[in-house]
């Protein structure tokens, strides 16, 4: 159900980062970033729960690890 937006968003995404990276226009280059930032912002709405709970719990687990000795 949720397939299609999804990879909607990233198919532009990815031509908008192809685009910024290609061309030498300042403008293009600007507006490329901001759609890509919000092709982005709209895969993580479009994105089903299980997979937002591990992109948040993903960068918490690692900070709080007990295995992570610094000495």
């Known amino acids: 159900m949720?397939?299609?937006p999804s990879l909607?968003?990233?198919a532009i995404a990815s031509i908008a980062v192809c685009l910024s990276v290609n061309t030498q226009e300042e403008i293009v280059k600007v507006s490329a970033v901001c759609?890509?930032?919000i092709c982005l912002i709209l895969s993580l709405v479009f994105a089903p729960w299980?997979?937002?709970l591990a992109i948040v719990s993903v960068p918490l687990?690692?900070?709080i690890s007990p295995f992570n000795h610094s000495t």
């Open 50 to 52: 299980l997979v937002k």
């Open 8 to 10: 909607t968003t990233l």
């Open 35 to 37: 759609m890509a930032a």
């Open 61 to 63: 687990f690692t900070q």
């Open 2 to 4: 949720m397939l299609a």
